[in-house]
């Protein structure tokens, strides 16, 4: 029975050889999908970054919609819309409201592009001034991160 089996084998070496390698690869695609999966099941959740210590955060629509003859049709914007300002004086009478409106920052010898937020949003993250003081003109700023330090 042995010697059969080894000379099919022997005919036959590119089929079993094809046969193998398709083994292979599929084992190799399971173990790699079992691994994906494994991963993100077993992922820590994420905590808030900013805005962690604020009651509560409203942010504007990230969706543009646009009603056409065949149906509303949809796109995601890159950043958000400003939440409308009759929304924002609702908001006042319930409470204090602190407006986060990003910009871009420049400075020498700081890395890439950098994106400053207004002093008044820095209560609700767990940012604390370690050298200096807080900005209180407007062209003063707060940085964060290593590139700062000599």
Do not use: C, Q
């Not at 959740?45 to 049709?73: H, I, M, Q, Y």
Request: proline share 9%; net charge neutral; glycine share 8%.
């Amino acid at each position: 029975m042995l010697s059969l089996a080894l000379h099919t084998l022997r005919a036959r070496w590119i089929t079993f050889a094809g046969s193998f390698t398709a083994l292979a690869l599929g084992v190799a695609l399971l173990t790699v999908m079992g691994l994906a999966l494994a991963s993100s099941l077993d992922a820590p959740a994420r905590e808030p970054e900013r805005f962690a210590a604020a009651p509560v955060v409203v942010k504007g629509a990230d969706t543009l919609r646009v009603p056409t003859p065949n149906g509303e049709r949809t796109e995601e914007l890159a950043h958000p819309r400003a939440v409308p300002a009759a929304t924002v004086a609702k908001l006042r009478r319930l409470g204090a409201v602190v407006e986060d409106r990003s910009y871009p920052v420049r400075a020498e010898g700081a890395p890439g592009e950098l994106t400053g937020h207004p002093w008044s949003t820095a209560a609700f993250a767990p940012y604390a001034v370690e050298a200096g003081r807080a900005p209180r003109a407007d062209d003063e700023v707060v940085v964060s991160g290593d590139w700062t330090r000599p």
